[in-house]
């Protein structure tokens, strides 16, 4: 009959590992988040034809989204006179009350798939060293 050594030393780390590994993915995830959001307003176009200049890159904001974990909700919530949010627009471009087409400026989306594989990696970082630290030679 085979014998592992340290059974309740393992045991006492598995039982730890969700918390610690959640608490580490927490922590890098927030930071990611507020990461992108700044990289979101650095990209955003400044435009003296909106009512307030800058007022497109001010309201880009992130919120947690309630009852998911690890779960953020990135809103830019500009709106023209009108109430109507206007980022589409100026992301996908649209048509003028002129008639005349205003071509698109994106900065959300491209920014978004340009550092998703990144967030990724610098999500996952944590939780793996925290195995490691738990488990050094398994």
Same mark, same amino acid.
């Given at each position: 009959?085979?014998?592992? *050594?340290?059974?309740?030393?393992?045991?006492?780390?598995?039982?730890?590992?969700?918390?610690? +590994? #959640?608490?580490?993915?927490?922590?890098?995830?927030?930071?990611?988040?507020?990461?992108? /959001?700044?990289?979101?307003?650095?990209?955003?176009? +400044?435009?003296?034809?909106?009512?307030?200049?800058?007022?497109?890159?001010?309201? !880009?904001?992130?919120?947690?989204?309630?009852?998911? @974990?690890?779960?953020?909700? !990135? !809103? /830019?919530?500009?709106?023209?006179?009108?109430?109507?949010?206007?980022?589409?627009? /100026?992301?996908?471009?649209?048509?003028?009350?002129?008639?005349?087409? /205003?071509?698109? #400026?994106?900065?959300?989306? @491209?920014?978004?798939?340009?550092? *998703?594989?990144?967030?990724?990696?610098?999500?996952?970082? @944590?939780?793996?060293? +925290? !195995?490691?630290?738990?488990? @050094? *030679?398994?």
């Amino acid at each position: 009959m085979a014998q592992m *050594k340290n059974l309740e030393k393992r045991l006492a780390q598995l039982q730890r590992l969700p918390a610690a +590994v #959640q608490e580490a993915a927490e922590q890098a995830f927030d930071q990611e988040v507020a990461d992108l /959001v700044a990289a979101f307003k650095r990209a955003c176009p +400044v435009s003296d034809l909106e009512a307030n200049p800058g007022e497109l890159r001010d309201s !880009i904001e992130s919120y947690p989204v309630p009852g998911r @974990p690890l779960s953020a909700r !990135i !809103i /830019v919530g500009a709106k023209d006179e009108k109430g109507v949010k206007y980022a589409r627009y /100026v992301e996908f471009g649209h048509t003028s009350k002129g008639g005349a087409y /205003v071509s698109a #400026q994106p900065f959300f989306w @491209p920014t978004y798939r340009a550092r *998703k594989k990144a967030m990724r990696r610098r999500m996952l970082a @944590p939780a793996r060293k +925290v !195995i490691r630290q738990l488990f @050094p *030679k398994v």
